[in-house]
């Protein structure tokens, strides 16, 4: 069974970094596309940052230069590093993992609540 849990989200001022991080199990971060979508009330859900197959790294404009992807194959996670947060970039981030060749293999976690405001 395919399970990400997230961490690291909270309360910063604009301005601040956080660092997030998901845990998979029952699949593997290297064989897959994985990626951070983020949900805000009132707003579409955006994928933020996605590293696609073959370590292609993707971010949305609203947060290029300021936000990076990456993830350890051995611990079978992902992270999104948070520079500079402006309180636009608040909501519930969600790590999702794909497969671009199965439409029906697409998971994705719970989420974690980032909130940036002063």
């Known amino acids: 069974q395919v399970q990400l849990v997230e961490s690291g989200g909270g309360l910063v001022q604009p301005g601040g970094s956080l660092r997030l991080s998901c845990a998979a199990s029952?699949?593997?971060?290297?064989?897959?596309?994985v990626g951070w979508y983020r949900q805000a009330p009132g707003r579409q859900r955006e994928l933020v940052a996605a590293i696609i197959s073959g370590d292609f790294a993707n971010y949305a404009d609203s947060v290029k230069d300021r936000f990076t992807i990456s993830k350890d194959n051995v611990k079978n996670m992902v992270y999104l590093q948070m520079n500079n947060l402006k309180p636009e970039d608040t909501g519930v981030y969600h790590c999702?993992?794909?497969?671009?060749?199965?439409?029906?293999?697409?998971?994705w976690g719970q989420g974690t609540r980032v909130t940036v405001s002063s």
């Open positions: 999702e993992i794909w497969s671009d060749y199965d439409p029906e293999y697409h998971y």
């Open positions: 029952g699949t593997a971060v290297s064989a897959y596309s």
